[in-house]
């Protein structure tokens, strides 16, 4: 079978597990449509007859935004996303193409940029309120175009061929493959969860000095084989309590958000509030992050991986937030997963932030694994555990 087709529908069956009759709604740009039509053809080989689309056309959204001001700009289709809220309630499964464009937009106002990103995510609040809540199935899985290798000095050719090693395309049971690097990933969040952890202490040479303290009744997850939200996955993750970050943390890698470049920044955290940050690059784009709303100057996840993971050992810098964050511990600015603390996804709002998780309109997911990286867990009876070293797992 050709790899791109197995690609199609290793992503229909092996990770939204997509069943004959099921309905799936795939997101993307115009920069991928013939991927797009390979996945609406596999999925129609599978007996999923209802496939949906919203194709965004990123080329013509720049123009929009250089020839227009705001006001005529979010009344355009263009940017119109209200369909995530249609397809939300009627249980379609969600699959979202990442395809990055770096710096496509750079020419725009960046103020504007940001007012156009935070209506986006206001328009699709109850799409992300039934993603939030495990009501619906959905995958993000990357797909190559020119501009993003070209961004990485490689051809689109070369890029497939890391997407298909990266995502086990290659093996003969990729399905197979990946039920067992999840049951590794498994075994690994049960024993975070055995060691009733207080807080969490991370130090290496960028300068990191941070203290994460969790939740009482925190939870570590990993992906989980109904349903792989994450192609790839390397990470085992919880939320951390809000109020109860300290310190100061370090980028490893460039974060790439809505196509614009935030590298070699800084946050620096007082009783769990970003209270001083800088940037090389891009520290408008973070300034933008961290006022989207009350929220989002908090984390909402804490996330461990292996410096010497599959996506880190290939040395690439894939400018994009999926393979980036497989590749390196990180942190997320911004929402907390409800799965993370004890019956989560059964407890009010008011409850959830008494009982430290954060709530914001953006998750946005940032890098500080790295080579040196050393991360102590303080049990709640005062017991320090290395549980990181050298930037990975100290497997027991």
């Known amino acids: 079978m050709d790899r791109k087709r197995k690609y199609a529908k290793f992503l229909i069956e092996g990770c939204l ?9 795939i997101i993307s740009t115009n920069f991928t449509e013939d991927f797009v039509n390979l996945l609406t053809l596999e999925a129609k080989n599978m007996g999923i007859v209802d496939v949906e689309t919203l194709i965004n056309y990123p080329l013509k959204q720049k123009e929009l935004y250089l020839s227009k001001p705001y006001e005529e700009i979010i009344k355009s289709p263009l940017i119109d996303r209200t369909k995530y809220n249609r397809m939300a309630k009627l249980n379609y499964a969600f699959l ?73 395309i290659n093996e003969d049971d990729p399905i197979d493959m990946w039920n067992k690097k999840m049951a590794r990933l498994k075994r690994r969040a049960e024993y975070l969860n055995s060691l009733k952890i207080d807080k969490l202490i991370y130090h290496n040479s960028l300068g990191t000095n941070l203290e994460i303290g969790l939740p009482k009744d925190y939870i570590f997850e990993s992906a989980d084989t109904k349903n792989i939200v994450n192609m790839p996955t390397e990470e085992v993750f919880t939320s951390p309590s809000r109020v109860r970050v300290n310190g100061r943390v370090y980028s490893s890698k460039i974060l790439i958000h809505n ?138």
């Open 259 to 396: 196509n614009e470049v935030i590298e070699d920044f800084y946050l620096e955290f007082k009783d769990g509030k970003i209270v001083e940050y800088d940037a090389v690059k891009g520290k408008d784009v973070l300034k933008d992050i961290i006022n989207t709303d009350d929220g989002s100057h908090y984390l909402g996840e804490v996330a461990l991986v292996d410096y010497d993971s599959p996506i880190s050992l290939t040395n690439v810098v894939f400018k994009n937030t999926l393979y980036d964050e497989n590749a390196s511990c990180h942190l997320a600015i911004g929402q907390s997963f409800l799965e993370c603390i004890k019956d989560g996804f059964t407890m009010p709002k008011e409850e959830l932030l008494n009982k430290g998780l954060n709530q914001s309109r953006v998750h946005v997911d940032f890098f500080i694994g790295t080579r040196d990286l050393e991360v102590k867990a303080v049990l709640q009876n005062g017991e320090k555990i290395v549980i990181m070293k050298n930037g990975n797992f100290v497997e027991v």
């Open 96 to 168: 979202s193409l990442s395809s990055p464009l770096p710096e496509i937009f750079k020419e725009v106002d960046k103020e504007l940029l940001a007012k156009i990103n935070h209506y986006q995510i206001k328009s699709i609040e109850e799409y992300k309120e039934y993603q939030l809540k495990g009501l619906i199935k959905w995958n993000i899985s990357c797909v190559p175009n020119e501009y993003w290798a070209k961004s990485l000095n490689m051809s689109v050719e070369e890029l497939w061929e890391l997407v298909f090693k990266i995502c086990l």
């Open 17 to 25: 597990r997509l069943k004959k009759n099921d309905k799936l709604f």
